[in-house]
């Protein structure tokens, strides 16, 4: 076995990948070299690999802060797999567990301890850490330092005595979320305003974005699970009574799915997610109250099932499909009630006004990706404040053709809400465009206006995804405490004949996305992939760890398209280092041989 004394030695033999991903062997070298910083990269960027290779090779044992047990015991489960020697401490051990991984550090048999942030600022732990050799600290997940983000955790806070106290070990704070605000607080609070950052793209090119607009949303959520039947995917409903009703609509179709929501008790959230991580074609549905500790590869798509109330968890949610860097969908179904429940939910809470406006900002900006009449990458970028050209293979991107030259339409709407003096909701003023004199048109005289059925040839459902449209394109405002259309600056050009308006036709048609699984080319192919999934379910169990802590899906695809014959051409296999050769290599050289 060579000596493991550099970064790429490690990634080749304990990890198994040929070569290093963007910036992780620099920022692997500038913690050698005893440096701080902050690393921003998307899900699936690699970013575990930035602290892991580090403390490895430096004297000591690594100090990684992490906010929920499931990722810590994720992140130790794998980490085991590959032979290296991790722990994870947290209240909700048993004590003489805790006291075994004290015993194990104090005697230094172990090179990463993952805490979570209580435990780590603990009178106790603080004082145990001043007596033993840290080799560096990782603070992942660090956006849960702010309070504009979504996972606000206040005891991240805390955090910030770490400088004070250990001011030479090197502290690298990483996440994925880039917001400029959240950005911000962590450096504040985690006191990296002097160290440098590392960032890269957030576009996540394995991705294939795609909206529809809700019409069915039962049916067309399972006509897009029929397209994927054999996928692991994970399907967010805006609140627990919803993803009941769905997981029962489900099952009651044959399809297996579980659900997940801060109703059930601790014991049935823990087996369902266990459940899922174990699986590889598990559907579940939840709240996004299943996220943050949710770290499994093989994720092959979010689907979406209401619009998510802003575009920051939107990326958040849609980025835990395809953490393995293999294709995998994100699907939003979305509509004009959400936008009005998620906006009214907004204006009534009780935050400040400048979170408020934040919060509204985000929405819109969710809002703007769904009725995107250009690339959703783009557009999905854009609002992470990063530039890019159009992706060619968003849903958008491949039916440019949907869009039609609505000016006259538009301009028939907005003269109309301006007749009604703006003062009237979606619903009456759709009557008047169609020329429907119902009881509170008449109350109005509205139906004496010039403006009344001026669009009549238009179906009220058109007219209703042609003014949220307009809403998303910020052609027109909505109160949304009284539901008034209102009429802004592009409005007047829009009427003048200014500007000219472009909406899609038919966004609640089936997408055509990524139709996975379509890799296997032969029977025999099929029959190895077939075996290596069952050989890998029996080990998780055996070792009591998820399937992708034994081999990821990546790995396995390699394996069924290279058919290995000896342990060198399975060394070479994505994911195989020398334990995994050690402990794996003769099962499955003999599975593929058998076949
Ligand atoms: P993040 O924490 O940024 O979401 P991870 O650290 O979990 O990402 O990495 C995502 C996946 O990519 C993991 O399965 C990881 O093992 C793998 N990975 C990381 N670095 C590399 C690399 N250099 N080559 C190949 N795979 C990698
Ligand atoms: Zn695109």
New binding site residues.
Partial sequence: MPQLNTPLKI?NHT?G?????GQ?ETIINHVLRGGSGLVL?????????CYQIPALLLDGVAIVVSPLIALMQDQVASLTELGVAAVYLSSACEFSDNQTSIQKIRNGLVKLVYVTPEKLVSEWFLSFLSRIKISLFAIDEAHCVSHWGHDFRPEYRRLEILAKFFPKTPRLA?T?TADYYTKTDILHYLRLKDAPLFSSSFNRANLYYAALEKNNGKKQLTDFIQQHKNDAGIIYCNSRKKVDDVTTFLNAQGIAAINYHAGLDNVTRSEHQTQFLQSSSMLMVATVAFGLGI?K?DVRYVYHFDMPRSIDHFYQESGRAG???MAANSVVNYGFKEIFELSQMILTSEVEDLKKRYELDKLKKMIAYCDSITCRRQTLLMALSEESESCGHCDVCLSQNNLVDSSVLAQKILSAIYRMQQKFAIGQVIDVLRGKATTPVQVWEQHKLSTFGIASEHSEKELRRSIRQLYSQNLLDIDFMTGALKLNANSLAVMRGIQQVWLKKNPHKIIESIQLNQWLKTEQEERIYHNLLNWRHTMAIRHKVSH?AIL?DRSLREIVNLKPSDELDLQSV??IGNVKLERFGADLLNLITKL
């Avoid at 990269?41 to 690999?49: D, N, Q, R, W």
């Fill in positions: 990634l990890y990948y040929s070569c290093f991903q992780q990269l998307p899900t699936g960027g690699g970013k575990s690999l990483l994925a770290d590869p953490r393995d860097g992708h990821s994505y994911g």
